[in-house]
Nanobody
Framework: QAQLVESGGGLVQPGGSLRLSCVAS????????VGWYRQAPGNQRELVAG???????NYADSVKGRFTISRDNAKNTVYLQMNSLKPEDTHVYYC??????????????WGQGTQVTVSS
């Protein structure tokens, strides 16, 4: 059974750093595109950063230059390094893994989320 487990969230002061991890099991991880999303109460979930199976990355404008997404396929893990954190980065962060097969089937999985709070 596919499972994504996030960790690394917590409370940090403005300007600080955190590294989130997403560990996958039950899937052929290296073929999946993985993304980090975030959601504040009452708001829609938004894409923060994504990384394809080939390592191509993309970022939301609000985090460019501050956040870095990377993956270690040997460990079935994707990381989100978050630097220069701001109070507006306070959200629940979710990991998503997505794969579309050659015959058009979508495989889409979410983690349970990890809270990031940026506050002095």
């Amino acid at each position: 059974q596919a499972q994504l487990v996030e960790s690394g969230g917590g409370l940090v002061q403005p300007g600080g750093s955190l590294r989130l991890s997403c560990v996958a099991s039950g899937i052929t991880f290296n073929v999946y595109t993985v993304g980090w999303y975030r959601q504040a109460p009452g708001n829609q979930r938004e894409l923060v950063a994504g990384i394809t199976s080939s390592g191509t990355t993309n970022y939301a404008d609000s985090v460019k230059g501050r956040f870095t997404i990377s993956r270690d396929n040997a460990k079935n893990t994707v990381y989100l390094q978050m630097n220069s954190l701001k109070p507006e980065d306070t959200h629940v962060y979710y990991c998503n893994a997505n794969f579309r097969s050659a015959n058009g089937l979508d495989y889409n999985y979410w983690g349970q989320g990890t809270q990031v709070t940026v506050s002095s």
